[in-house]
């Protein structure tokens, strides 16, 4: 699940991996847990997601590659987070081959209605990364980031693109009409 913070992919990725019965695995998620719990990894990761940059590769891969080889993830998985730049998405191609995954799900939104609705998340949630500075790193960073995955994924033939505007039902539906496809 591909796109910017803000557009919904962690709603709709929970939704959609409960829906066809694989793990959703989130790596902002594991990372939360991680600093919540105040593992080696979470004390290392702490200070860049508050800043709404990056958490270096080799922790995060590390992080990807033990969570995927998991018995649970044996029969699929919904990565959500992951890959977030051309170098983690090689990592996943050398770690399991070229069929590590098999489409990547871009949820598109206007990056207007981004800020507003993370500012938002941030004042019902509490999440320290939702305040506008950070916010605005954030996108800065998913556009030079992580933007150019969409171009890697096409001319591979693996993206679909699903618009992220609307009800989460509505978005919904539009995904699992791109899987059925
Ligand atoms: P969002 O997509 O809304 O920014 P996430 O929960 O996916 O939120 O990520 C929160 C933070 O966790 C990111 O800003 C980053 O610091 C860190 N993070 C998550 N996934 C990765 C990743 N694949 N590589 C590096 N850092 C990551």
Do not use: W
Not at 96 to 111: M, R
């Amino acid at each position: 699940m591909l796109g910017p913070p803000g557009a919904g992919k962690g709603t709709q990725a929970e939704r959609l991996a409960r829906a066809i019965g694989i793990p959703h695995l989130s790596t902002g998620d594991m990372l939360r847990t991680n600093v919540a719990n105040d593992t080696d990894l979470g004390r290392q990761a702490k200070a860049f997601m508050e800043a709404g940059d990056l958490v270096p590769d080799e922790l995060v891969t590390a992080m990807v590659i033990d969570r995927l080889a998991q018995d649970d993830a044996a029969c699929g998985y919904l990565l959500d987070g992951y890959p977030r730049n051309p170098a983690q998405a090689q990592s996943l191609v050398d770690a399991f081959g070229e069929e590590v995954l098999e489409l990547a799900l871009l949820l598109e939104v206007d990056p207007d209605e981004l800020v507003q609705r993370l500012v938002l998340r941030g004042q019902e949630q509490g999440r320290s990364d939702d305040t506008e500075a950070v916010i605005r790193n954030r996108l800065a960073v998913y556009e030079e980031q992580t933007a150019p995955l969409v171009e890697y994924y096409e001319s591979a033939g693996r993206l679909a693109r699903v618009e992220g505007l609307g009800t989460i039902p509505e978005i919904f539906g539009r995904l699992i009409e791109v899987l059925a496809a």
